[in-house]
Nanobody, 115 residues
Framework: QVQLVESGGGLVQPGGSLRLSCAAS????????MGWYRQAPGKQRELVAT???????NYADSVKGRFTISRDTAKNTVYLQMNSLKPEDTAVYYC?????????WGQGTQVTVSS
């Protein structure tokens, strides 16, 4: 069982920055891929960025060049640095951790980009 606790969401003006964190705890051997997803009101949940245990990253086209995902494998923590935020980035952001056979989701953290 894995518990994921996200933090760092909030209200920010367009063009601003936020840094999300997600710490994993519980009983597990190792986590393979960790990632961030988001869901805006009335829309499906979508991938934002993922990072493998080896450090390979993948980004949605809409966030490339603005968001950076990183990971501290020793601390089982994943980060999402979000720069140049736009109103369309407003959503609940979810952390996900993929173990060998199962994936776990965090409870989500709200990010609102508004003036």
């Amino acid at each position: 069982q894995v518990q994921l606790v996200e933090s760092g969401g909030g209200l920010v003006q367009p063009g601003g920055s936020l840094r999300l964190s997600c710490a994993a705890s519980g009983s597990f051997f190792s986590i393979n891929t960790m990632g961030w997803y988001r869901q805006a009101p009335g829309k499906q949940r979508e991938l934002v960025a993922t990072i493998t245990r080896g450090g390979n990253t993948n980004y949605a086209d809409s966030v490339k060049g603005r968001f950076t995902i990183s990971r501290d494998t020793a601390k089982n923590t994943v980060y999402l640095q979000m720069n140049s935020l736009k109103p369309e980035d407003t959503a609940v952001y979810y952390c996900k951790a993929d173990l060998r056979y199962v994936g776990y989701w965090g409870q989500g953290t709200q990010v609102t980009v508004s003036s």
